[in-house]
């Protein structure tokens, strides 16, 4: 009888009808849907492919270039290049342009090799990202998601790229401080044209002065969780709240909400319960779970914020503004060692927290020390002033592929040489 049962499970559990129905239960049917739909996709034309290797809820990485991605298209004839299908659907509501799906390595690298792009950009150092470095012709540019003293700045993959795009002057110290035996002439300083935009305002107006929180997430492991969410964001929240004259914002990074660790977990929840304590009291204070954070800055007056790239695009944007850092370490001479922006504000930690509501009003009220700011931007972000990163971004990629079309002039180019069964992507979400 046990046998006969377990034979009658295998078999429904091999049937069409049970994946099509598991599918539906975990949502992901809607995702094959698209793959299949987009599987001749293609951008003729395109020179430039932003490479997107990883699935919907990384796509923060991206979302914040698809402006650049869409003035450069003006010049450079470009497109998104996608890997799995989670992705398809969330990049087509964020841009026009051309988004282009290979699930498999086969089908990827038949693709280029029929349409040759002419460089690559690449937002992460995702591990599919390794595939497509396996093109030869093309020029591959790893340009991140963002500018900030994190560990995960850095990669010793870095090294594969024909270019690396910076920041600034803190980017080469960086890389100087982590790698061995790596080429500096790979590092192209840009500044970060992210932040050359004009965005329209997404806060509503107010009367109020503006607080802003906005803590990172809490990274892959301990050395790289920067976040104070766990140790100080209630503290943090509840001094906010108390400042007389003021509105708080509360702007997590959009990996805190799916934390599963039991501590940030709690500081979240916490956090959210005395904002809307706060408000029942006819407080004006908003909870922000998306949006673009670049979009906010203009109202912003004080900047409370983690190791992160938040805290340096509001100095890139707003240098003349006051910010708090955090430090949940509590190691002064080891976070100004790794982020000299430390040594230009104040900082928060367990030898601090107590006086939060002492730091914020002298914030407010005296502006912190802006000569001290004006040099950790200069800094992070060389001469370039706001409007300049953008024109550089372009004018290098033009750059680079007019480089190496010269070179392939007199280069025989090889068949792409590589082990298709090494890790693929998924053709399906399972």
């Known amino acids: 009888m046990e046998k006969q049962l377990k034979k009658i499970a295998r078999?429904?559990?091999?049937?069409?009808?049970?994946?099509?129905?598991?599918?539906?239960?975990?949502?992901?049917?809607?995702?094959?849907?698209?793959?299949?739909?987009?599987?001749?996709s293609a951008a003729p034309g395109a020179q430039?492919?932003?490479?997107?290797?990883?699935?919907?809820?990384?796509?923060?990485?991206?979302?914040?270039?698809?402006?650049?991605?869409?003035?450069?298209?003006?010049?450079?004839?470009?497109?998104?290049?996608?890997?799995?299908?989670?992705?398809?659907?969330?990049?087509?509501?964020?841009?026009?342009?051309?988004?282009?799906?290979?699930?498999?390595?086969?089908?990827?690298?038949?693709?280029?090799?029929?349409?040759?792009?002419?460089?690559?950009?690449?937002?992460?150092?995702?591990?599919?990202?390794?595939?497509?470095?396996?093109?030869?012709?093309?020029?591959?540019?790893?340009?991140?998601?963002?500018?900030?003293?994190?560990?995960?700045?850095?990669?010793?993959?870095?090294?594969?790229?024909?270019?690396?795009?910076?920041?600034?002057?803190?980017?080469?110290?960086?890389h100087r401080r982590a790698l061995i035996d790596f080429d500096e002439s790979k590092l192209i300083s840009v500044g970060r044209p992210q932040l050359d935009l004009d965005y329209e305002d997404e806060l509503p107006a107010s009367q109020l002065r503006t607080i802003m929180y906005a803590p990172t997430w809490q990274g892959e492991n301990d050395n790289n969780s920067y976040t104070s969410i766990d140790c100080y964001g209630p503290q943090i929240v509840e001094a906010a709240l108390a400042t007389e004259g003021t509105r708080l914002i509360y702007k997590p990074h959009p990996r805190v909400a799916g934390a599963q660790q039991p501590d940030m977990k709690a500081g979240h929840q916490r956090i959210l319960e005395l904002i809307e304590a706060a408000n029942a009291d006819g407080g004006e204070h908003l909870i922000l779970k998306e949006g673009n954070i670049l979009a906010m800055f203009s109202d912003v007056d004080l900047m409370i914020t983690d190791i992160s790239s938040v805290g340096l695009d509001f100095l890139y944007l707003k240098a003349d503004s006051p910010m708090l850092l955090t430090d949940r370490r509590t190691n002064r001479k080891q976070l100004t060692d790794e982020?000299?922006?430390?040594?230009?504000?104040?900082?928060?930690?367990?030898?601090?927290?107590?006086?939060?509501?002492?730091?914020?009003?002298?914030?407010?009220?005296?502006?912190?020390?802006?000569?001290?700011?004006?040099?950790?931007?200069?800094l992070y972000f060389g001469d370039y002033g706001v409007g300049e990163s953008r024109v550089a971004f372009i004018e290098t990629v033009q750059k680079l592929i007019a480089e190496r079309e010269e070179k392939l002039k007199n280069f025989d180019v090889q068949p792409t040489a590589a082990e298709a069964a090494d890790e693929t992507a998924d053709e399906t979400e399972s």
């Not at 299908?85 to 282009?100: D, G, R, Y």
């Not at 367990?350 to 914020?360: F, G, H, N, Q, R």
């Open 339 to 378: 982020s000299p922006i430390a040594s230009a504000v104040p900082v928060i930690d367990a030898d601090t927290v107590d006086s939060l509501p002492e730091m914020i009003a002298d914030a407010l009220a005296n502006g912190g020390d802006k000569d001290a700011r004006a040099q950790a931007r200069a």
């Open 11 to 40: 078999k429904i559990f091999r049937s069409k009808a049970w994946k099509a129905s598991s599918q539906w239960l975990r949502g992901t049917r809607q995702y094959n849907i698209a793959a299949k739909e987009h599987a001749e």
């Open 48 to 174: 430039v492919l932003a490479y997107f290797g990883d699935t919907q809820a990384k796509l923060y990485q991206l979302r914040q270039w698809i402006p650049v991605l869409e003035e450069l298209n003006e010049t450079v004839p470009t497109a998104i290049f996608l890997r799995r299908p989670s992705a398809i659907k969330a990049v087509e509501e964020m841009t026009n342009l051309p988004i282009v799906y290979r699930g498999s390595f086969d089908r990827m690298i038949s693709y280029y090799e029929e349409h040759k792009p002419k460089l690559f950009l690449y937002v992460n150092n995702g591990r599919s990202n390794f595939q497509t470095l396996s093109y030869a012709p093309a020029v591959h540019v790893h340009i991140n998601h963002g500018e900030s003293d994190k560990l995960s700045m850095v990669s010793n993959q870095a090294k594969a790229y024909d270019a690396v795009f910076t920041a600034g002057p803190a980017a080469l110290r960086r």
